[in-house]
């Protein structure tokens, strides 16, 4: 079949994008050697892109050809920059050609401009060498409305090198490269969404619960459309991610998932890895739903350990591997699982982590993540699990992705992030199964929210004030110190005694001194003891002055110890709560402030127990099962964190959020340790607020976020020592900054 195009015109066009003689001599032989009129022709591919414009641009040779001539040396071509470039494999070269077909007369150079004439600085800030000063200046010099003004621009006096030029070929490129990932991963998605729609419409009907799990228990009829959902994805080779709500039995389809693949022959092995919170619990529900399968708990490398590829399922806690144990991490890249299952896995939310990379680095078949917060407007997250999902499609260009694309918020996010986002979310539709509770158990109780703003007390309100003072007269609003500011807020509307007010310095010269009587410190240095002691905060003291006998008259008043706002408002709070009877789970995100609280319940009364970061993993499960077998003890009392996942506390009908969490999924996962499959009272979440502190803001944006479904994790997405940009515009606004 004949072709339309023009060879002569074609080849004016490529000569005039070439950037080298070489270059310009590989395309004439190729010219020369392999033009036909043939639809199979690469020649033809490439130069049929052109055909439209050749008239245009043999007009615009002429005009534009000095200017090319100096320029074309710093830009790269299309066939070159593979050493600077090392992650985009060959594999994806044609999505250079699925864009430029898209595109059509949008070449490098006029990408370049338009580039330069609308990116934000953000964006600008992306290109090598481009500092957010280089990049002011070159959106104080736009417009750019050709080539020829935009080279100009480059060549002033004015501190922007030629380079940036290049540098925006590269980013430009970089994008290309996501751009050809996803419609390669589109195509794929396509063909799965009817296929998911047609299993989910068709209800739990066709499927039947696995014949070796427990006859005795009776999976509910949301379960079993989710273990159809996770067969089909696993008959087509795919990997898959549960994020059903909190509480709806993640676990329980997971298990039921292996126990079907194990009745049609796939005998493993396959890795779970949990939370320490999580472990017993993932043990006796292994146990409890399929006693048949063969488990091994695995805590750490041993030569004496039992290997896991001789077990069907291998259970670990060993999250924290992927930062540590050579061993493990090794031995975890040479066993051949057929599947790896993640449960809670929000580190795989962001591939700029370390650990993110070791556990992909698990050598697994198929992957299965489980999650109980939604999908966020955020595109590094979307990237990250787009990545988990189709780990043969991206593993080339991690770099790219994770260079490319950060946490930022909504408002802060460019137009091409924005687009991104909307297709990733297609894409990943029929891979990602999310239910909600009031979708599906219809049947399970209310749970109330309310939030109680607790006036300060007359001292905490005092100390308060003079602190908000003195860190606006010392901090420059730096992302970093912003940071401590926010922590040092946060610890004084809690209560007074997590900073040091009451020891004075010459409190502790003269406690130091008398620490020398104590046959521990006899030979200690006075002045060394008082050191350690200026950075202890007045509980800290105050424990160690119960301690040591020498210093036990230096122990704060039983006044002191209560005096909080939030102790004022919890006295009647669960006096009221008793006496309906009430049973409580009370979080709070500083274990220090639980050693507090246990002082209130022992003055009042109550009886508790407690959990956090601490407590060995072998007492969890203990201490859990006491309190859901002991009707006697009022209180769990848990740290946000170690406590907020996989664990189970239905017998309690009231979670009190002492202090609430920056991120406000993480205060969600909380709640549901009570509101979840086993309920039978409706659940009130009591939310404490020390009023006029920094927590009405955190409350404020905790409720934005909610609404837009966008989670905050700092602690990974930011970075450590970070805060989210929503909170340092707070902390700024509230330091006048």
């Known amino acids: 079949k004949e072709h339309d195009w023009n060879v002569e015109e074609s080849l004016l066009v490529l000569q005039m994008f070439s950037d080298t003689g070489a270059a310009k001599s590989s395309c004439l032989n190729f010219t020369s050697s392999s033009v036909k009129p043939s639809s199979s022709s690469s020649a033809a591919q490439v130069l049929s892109r052109f055909a439209s414009e050749t008239s245009i641009a043999k007009k615009q040779a002429e005009e534009r050809k000095r200017k090319a001539q100096a320029a074309n040396k710093h830009i790269s071509s299309d066939e070159e920059d593979s050493g600077e470039e090392d992650a985009v494999s060959s594999e994806y070269d044609d999505s250079d050609d699925e864009l430029d077909a898209k595109e059509g007369a949008m070449d490098a150079k006029t990408a370049i401009v338009t580039f330069f004439q609308d990116a934000s600085l953000d964006e600008l800030s992306l290109i090598s060498g481009c500092s957010i000063k280089k990049a002011q200046k070159i959106v104080e010099m736009r417009p750019y409305d050709s080539w020829e003004s935009l080279w100009e621009v480059f060549h002033k006096e004015n501190g922007l090198s030629e380079n940036l030029v290049s540098g925006c070929k590269v980013v430009l490129r970089e994008r290309r490269v996501v751009l050809g990932l996803m419609s390669k991963c589109e195509t794929i998605s396509s063909k799965m969404i009817q296929r998911v729609t047609k299993v989910m419409e068709s209800g739990s009907g066709s499927v039947k619960a696995p014949s070796i799990l427990n006859s005795q228990l009776e999976m509910k009829p949301y379960q079993l459309i989710g273990l159809k959902w996770l067969l089909l994805l696993h008959e087509h080779n795919l990997s898959a991610i549960l994020a059903d709500e909190m509480g709806l039995g993640k676990t329980i389809q997971a298990i039921a998932f292996l126990a079907q693949l194990y009745e049609n022959g796939i005998q493993g092995p396959h890795l779970i890895t949990v939370p320490s919170s999580t472990l017993d619990n993932w043990v006796r529900e292994l146990k409890l739903w399929c006693p048949s399968l063969e488990v091994l708990i695995y805590y750490e490398h041993s030569e004496h350990d039992a290997t896991p590829a001789?077990?069907?399922?291998?259970?670990?806690?060993?999250?924290?591997?992927?930062?540590?144990?050579?061993?493990?991490?090794?031995?975890?890249?040479?066993?051949?699982?057929?599947?790896?299952?993640?449960?809670?896995?929000?580190?795989?939310?962001?591939?700029?982590?370390?650990?993110?990379?070791?556990?992909?680095?698990?050598?697994?078949?198929?992957?299965?993540?489980?999650?109980?917060?939604?999908?966020?407007?955020?595109?590094?997250?979307?990237?990250?699990?787009?990545?988990?999902?189709?780990?043969?499609?991206?593993?080339?260009?991690?770099?790219?992705?994770?260079?490319?694309?950060?946490?930022?918020?909504?408002?802060?996010?460019?137009?091409?992030?924005?687009?991104?986002?909307?297709?990733?979310?297609?894409?990943?539709?029929?891979?990602?199964?999310?239910?909600?509770?009031?979708?599906?158990?219809?049947?399970?109780?209310?749970?109330?929210?309310?939030?109680?703003?607790?006036?300060?007390?007359?001292?905490?309100?005092?100390?308060?004030?003079?602190?908000?003072?003195?860190?606006?007269?010392?901090?420059?609003?730096?992302?970093?110190?912003?940071?401590?500011?926010?922590?040092?807020?946060?610890?004084?509307?809690?209560?007074?005694?997590?900073?040091?007010?009451?020891?004075?310095?010459?409190?502790?010269?003269?406690?130091?001194?008398?620490?020398?009587?104590?046959?521990?410190?006899?030979?200690?240095?006075?002045?060394?003891?008082?050191?350690?002691?200026?950075?202890?905060?007045?509980?800290?003291?105050?424990?160690?002055?119960?301690?040591?006998?020498?210093?036990?008259?230096?122990?704060?008043?039983?006044?002191?110890?209560?005096?909080?706002?939030?102790?004022?408002?919890?006295?009647?709070?669960?006096?009221?709560?008793?006496?309906?009877?009430?049973?409580?789970?009370?979080?709070?995100?500083?274990?220090?402030?639980?050693?507090?609280?246990?002082?209130?319940?022992k003055h009042l009364d109550h009886r508790y127990v407690r959990l956090d970061g601490s407590t060995p993993i072998a007492e969890r499960i203990v201490l859990i099962d006491e309190y859901n077998t002991d009707p006697d003890i009022f209180l769990f009392l848990l740290s946000t964190r170690a406590g907020g996942l996989g664990i189970n506390l239905t017998s309690a009908n009231v979670v009190i959020l002492h202090d609430i969490d920056c991120n406000p999924y993480n205060d969600k996962q909380a709640e549901d340790r009570c509101h979840r499959v086993g309920q039978t009272r409706t659940v009130k979440v009591i939310k404490l607020i020390s009023q006029g502190s920094i927590e009405d803001g955190i409350l404020q944006l905790g409720n934005k976020k909610l609404k837009l479904e966008q989670d905050m994790t700092a602690a990974d997405q930011g970075g450590e020592g970070t805060v989210p940009e929503d909170i340092a515009s707070l902390l700024k606004a509230s330091l006048g900054l």
């Open 310 to 601: 001789k077990h069907f399922l291998c259970v670990t806690d060993r999250y924290s591997l992927a930062i540590g144990n050579d061993s493990d991490r090794s031995l975890f890249r040479k066993l051949q699982l057929q599947y790896a299952i993640f449960d809670e896995g929000h580190m795989l939310k962001n591939m700029n982590t370390h650990r993110y990379r070791h556990l992909m680095s698990i050598n697994a078949e198929h992957r299965l993540l489980l999650t109980g917060t939604p999908l966020q407007n955020n595109l590094l997250e979307l990237m990250s699990l787009l990545n988990f999902i189709m780990p043969s499609m991206f593993s080339s260009s991690t770099i790219q992705l994770s260079k490319m694309f950060s946490m930022k918020s909504h408002e802060e996010q460019s137009s091409f992030e924005r687009d991104r986002i909307s297709q990733a979310k297609l894409i990943m539709k029929p891979f990602i199964l999310r239910r909600v509770k009031s979708e599906v158990l219809k049947q399970l109780p209310s749970k109330e929210e309310m939030v109680e703003f607790c006036p300060m007390s007359e001292k905490q309100k005092a100390l308060y004030e003079a602190l908000l003072k003195k860190l606006k007269s010392t901090t420059n609003g730096e992302k970093r110190e912003l940071c401590n500011v926010m922590m040092q807020l946060r610890k004084m509307a809690n209560h007074p005694l997590l900073h040091r007010q009451y020891y004075t310095t010459e409190k502790l010269q003269a406690m130091s001194k008398l620490m020398l009587k104590e046959p521990t410190h006899i030979d200690a240095n006075a002045a060394l003891i008082q050191e350690d002691m200026e950075v202890m905060s007045d509980f800290e003291l105050h424990r160690l002055c119960q301690q040591y006998f020498s210093i036990s008259s230096y122990q704060l008043d039983k006044n002191l110890l209560l005096d909080s706002g939030k102790f004022l408002h919890l006295k009647e709070l669960l006096a009221s709560l008793k006496s309906r009877g009430d049973r409580v789970v009370l979080f709070s995100q500083f274990t220090m402030m639980l050693d507090i609280v246990e002082v209130l319940l």
